[in-house]
């Protein structure tokens, strides 16, 4: 309160006051002034910190829950499938890929790590592939135990004579690539300048484009 509102209020008591006093009451006017802005200074500092505290707090539920969540629901283990190939991600880090059309199949089998939801693969050779039958016919028991209930199912190569053998079933890595890109349990090619490839391809005005990513959940090739 100003000097001038003090002398006021002096003036209009029936009882004069020195300049003394008026200086006292002056003084015990500011001080109270002084003391009630540091008590709403200080409930302001509490109640900001209150605050601060309170956002801290949601901060540190948040960020032990999402990992806990992601783990959870967005784990890139499973079977998944595009087109004429499937892709089968083990929990021990190994998989297995096959391609096929017709009578021509591939496939590869090795180990897959993910760094940053970017998935590296490498193929593992398998050279042990080969077995043959009771009659001596030269098969592929890998391919063809798929379709066998006691793990080997022996068809006589000769019998597709139009078929060169070695196209019949071999393991190679033309139509595997090298890494993959996970998310929202989809598996995406990666382009040359690091962009994930989301486009469809085939499409026409008469009928929709065939996705060029792998979908998680589609039954095995």
Known sequence: MKASAISTITKSLPIEFSPLVNYCLLTA????????????????????????????????VLASVTPLKLSAQSTPVGEYRLSNSSLELNADSTFTFRWGVCLTHRWSSGKWRINNDTIYFKVVPIYDTVTYSDNRIKVNHTFLSEY?????????????????????????????????????NKLYAIANDKRLIRKKEGGSLWRKGYPTWYTKGMPKL
């Open 148 to 184: 066998g209930e006691s793990g080997h199912t022996y068809l006589p190569i000769s019998a597709y004579h139009f078929i060169e053998p070695k196209r019949w079933s071999t393991q190679e890595e033309d139509h595997f690539p090298k890494k993959l890109f996970f998310q929202k």
């Open 29 to 60: 006017l500011g001080l109270i002034n002084l003391f009630y802005i540091k008590s709403l200074l200080r409930f302001l500092y509490l109640d900001m910190q209150y605050i601060k505290r309170s956002i801290l707090f949601t901060l540190l």
